[in-house]
């Protein structure tokens, strides 16, 4: 078949791309000079090494991871519920686990896996919230149902952020919280990533291996079961995997918008909407999507920019050529 | 194959609420291997839920259901996936799946639950479209093709479950009278190779062009079902329908007629 030989091309393309922005990125950077560190440091400087391997290094990865975990919930979402303009962030998934983290820090302490099972127990709060919320509506499609209650139940959980920003300890704590809201990952190191790893590798390993069933998971429930599907309950099973790799990923970087929204588009259009190239696509553009926009945030100016803000600003106008754009379909 | 009525429904009662009355109460019918069954109704009348119930998505509170001989709640999903098919009366597909990628779904059955199409599923595909003369539209979008091809489109998914028992949802309620004679001609064929096919329409012409077996539902229920010659009558169409109705032979074909004038 051309056309499976085509997006094998296509895959190819895609990771060795992947993979040289990875190389790339860790010399990116803000020292010895902005902007770019000759590979030949590595070997004369002692201080170069060190940073490379201590923060660089973890951090590229968890760009890397956590570009595919946003992107893989994002492509995940849109086709279980049906809807192609959902994403973590719009059901309710990112703030939940914002407010969960906030508050681990607040009241149980700050330890990096209390946090993570904060911030998913919150997640997927919010995303059975957004969800039941959304059933019990009276009017309206289901997609505007959906993104209405997910703006609602957001609404509820960034007032709760708020409310925990005011009760904060000036100090010590509210810097901490309000790095959630904004998104970052400066202060990644090694062991960061070790405590989220197994969320998000089991999350993504869920997501990547039932890929192709996602698809039959998209369609009615009378045309899922009748393909032999338990449709609750495999839909359920991969909605944990991606919302736990989500808010994984969440409660070290923070909010992190748009990039689960506009990538799985993005694959959909080189890819074609079958989830079995969507999925690995996702999450590969995501990864490199992320990884470049982290680089941007910081070695662009000499204080960091927050991740967050760089992906919405990004996310926000590749969306908006999306919508405008001729070209492509999108039916709502 | 055998002759033993592959569908055979004893006592089947049926309510979505407990407290109401039932949707359907005590039907009994047997439907051999490889014949046509329509049930026959206004809009409304309970037919989605029946084929529902023989789908195995809804469980009935009373009585039992055989298929093959075997009681349906002794399938496991998987060997009940390859058993029966269903072609919904509208499927919402919100993704530009391409012909071929739609169809592909259909092969569920035979995949475990991490496992992509291989080769032979994709060539039973390719031969299922070359049956159903769709070759040239494998790789169009689901989403851009007419009506009458969308129809063919979702037959065809549910044929490469290789179904020995076809559920249709109103499958000609919105096409014109040549891809209704498409469809029907199809489905005739089906039941010819073994098949058995139970589709619902609201048209009794419809069910008269192709089904050996009648099942009239009105306000969820069961009025009368049987082979159609005794139950295509003036009588118990017009007590489905609630407005008088004849039947008239036309060249030998039944035709069902509004009895009535609008003044």
Same mark, same amino acid.
């Given at each position: 078949m051309p056309e499976r030989s085509r997006l094998t091309r296509l895959f190819w393309l895609l990771g060795l791309t992947l993979l040289g922005i990875l190389v790339v990125s860790i010399f990116i950077? +803000?020292? #010895?000079? #902005?902007?770019w560190m000759s590979p030949s440091l590595l070997r004369e400087d002692e201080l170069a090494r060190r940073l490379v391997l201590a923060l660089r290094l973890p951090r590229v990865l968890t760009a890397l991871l956590m570009g595919m975990s946003l992107s893989a919930a994002g492509a995940v979402l849109q086709m279980i519920f049906r809807n #192609?303009?959902?994403e973590p962030g719009f059901l309710g998934v990112s703030q939940g686990a914002a407010f969960g983290a906030a508050l681990s820090i607040l009241w149980?302490?700050?330890?990096p896996i209390v946090m993570e099972v904060s911030a998913i127990l919150f997640a997927l709060m919010g995303l059975l919230l957004s969800y039941s919320l959304a059933r019990r509506? +009276?009017?309206?499609?289901w997609a505007l149902r959906l993104i209405l209650s997910g703006i609602a139940v957001s609404a509820l959980f960034s007032a709760g952020n708020g409310i925990m920003k005011y009760l904060?300890?000036?100090?010590?704590q509210l810097p901490e919280i309000t790095f959630w809201m904004l998104g970052g990952l400066w202060g990644m190191t090694w062991n960061k990533l070790l405590f989220i790893s197994p969320f998000v590798f089991v999350g993504l390993l869920i997501v990547y291996l039932m890929r192709w069933r996602l698809n039959l998971l998209s369609l009615s429930d009378e045309t899922a079961f009748s393909l032999g599907t338990a449709p609750a309950r495999e839909r359920t099973l991969l909605l944990v995997g991606a919302v736990s790799a989500t808010a994984a990923i969440t409660a070290v970087g923070g909010i992190v918008g748009w990039i689960g929204l506009i990538v799985p588009h993005i694959a959909r259009r080189i890819f074609g909407a079958n989830a079995q190239y969507t999925i690995p696509a996702s999450m590969m553009i995501g990864g490199v999507l992320t990884v470049i926009c982290d680089n941007l945030a910081r070695s662009l100016l000499p204080g960091e920019i927050p991740l967050g803000i760089i992906t919405s600003l990004i996310g926000a106008v590749a969306f908006l050529a999306l919508m405008i754009s001729p070209k492509i379909k999108m039916r709502i | 194959m055998n002759t033993s009525g592959i569908i055979s429904l004893s006592n089947l009662t049926f309510s979505y609420?407990?407290?109401?009355?039932?949707?359907?109460?005590?039907l009994s019918l047997e439907i051999p291997a490889g014949s046509i069954a329509a049930i026959l109704g206004p809009n409304g009348a309970g037919k989605s839920t029946l084929l529902h119930i023989i789908l195995g998505m809804l469980a009935p509170q009373g009585g039992q259901i055989l298929l093959d001989g075997k009681n349906l709640s002794t399938y496991s999903r998987r060997e009940m996936s390859r058993l029966v098919g269903l072609v919904p009366q509208i499927e919402h597909i919100p993704f530009e799946f391409s012909v071929m990628e739609y169809i592909l779904l259909g092969r569920a059955p035979y995949l475990g639950i991490l496992q992509m199409p291989a080769e032979e599923d994709y060539q039973t595909v390719s031969e299922i479209l070359r049956t159903l003369k769709l070759t040239h539209l494998a790789h169009r979008a689901v989403l851009d093709l007419s009506g009458g091809e969308r129809q063919m489109v979702l037959m065809a998914r549910a044929l490469a479950q290789q179904p020995r028992i076809l559920l249709l949802d109103e499958p000609t309620s919105h096409l014109d009278l040549s891809n209704k004679g498409h469809i029907l001609r199809i489905l005739r064929d089906l039941a010819e190779q073994g098949v058995t096919v139970i589709f619902t329409t609201h048209d009794p012409y419809t069910a008269v062009l192709s089904a050996q077996y009648l099942i009239l539902m009105r306000d969820g229920n069961i009025l009368d079902s049987g082979p159609i010659e005794q139950i295509l009558k003036a009588d118990k169409l017009t007590s489905t329908y609630g407005v008088p109705v004849r039947v008239v032979k036309v060249n030998g074909h039944s035709v069902i007629l509004l009895d009535q004038t609008l003044t």
């Open positions: 950077g +803000r020292y #010895p000079t #902005p902007y #192609p303009l959902v149980v302490g700050s330890s509506m +009276r009017h309206g499609s904060a300890d000036p100090l010590s | 609420d407990a407290d109401l009355q039932n949707a359907i109460s005590d």
